[in-house]
């Protein structure tokens, strides 16, 4: 509990003091690289703060060029724990929920982040082509593919969004085994457990080799290396 009070409290402090500072700066500078970087190194502050470790394996996996990091989502931690171990930068795909805060909300949209409504399939199809704006530009993305998070730590079957918006943006899809979390913050409870992470690269797949018609195709193998690369407590349950 004690490293839990630790980390909201360096949360709330980097919002308050910290976040407006950045806003400014990326606001009379035009550029987020910098605020970018420094929430990178704010999450790996708070991964020390939280006593969690993260091993990182199979970096010699990402290719060069426009990445989609497709990773399992079992935790809140997930972010934290793999966003800073990406060799490179990258943007998000997040719930408009994480947006209502004013202030978080103004960095979001500068550091590229987008806003995904789940419901609303034509604001959903919005997302997807600013994406691939995005990745058209050179800028990778970490998705989450399941679209919520396990309850149990399994994966659960990937939704066909994600590789839609890899193929329109010919871009390598990187699947991602993230595999611990669900034990450090177990969906539901704002509690943070010390411990280790593993974030395993598998092999990258390349979406310019499919088209949309076979998007399923492209989706059930990177769900099959995601699986592969997990351990077997994380692996599907039995008909996913």
Known sequence: MIRTIMVLTFVALALIFVQPLLI???LLTGDADFMYWTFIGALRIVLRLAGIRVRVEGLENIPSGVC???SNHASNLDPVALVPNIPR????????E?????ILSKALRQAKLIPVDRADKEAAAESVEIAVKYMKEGLSFCVYPEGTRSRDGRLLPFKKGTFLMAIRGDAWV???SLAGTQRLMRKGDWTIHPGEVVV??????????Y???????LRQRVQGLVAAGLPDEQKPSVGN
């Open 211 to 217: 088209t949309e018609d076979h998007r399923d195709q």
């Open 98 to 102: 994480v947006f209502r805060i004013p």
């Open 24 to 26: 400014l700066w990326t």
């Open 200 to 209: 395993r690269y598998g092999t990258p797949v390349n979406a310019t080799e």
């Open 89 to 96: 930068r990258v943007a998000l795909l997040a719930k408009k």
């Open 68 to 70: 989609v990091f497709a």
């Open 174 to 176: 990187v699947p991602v």
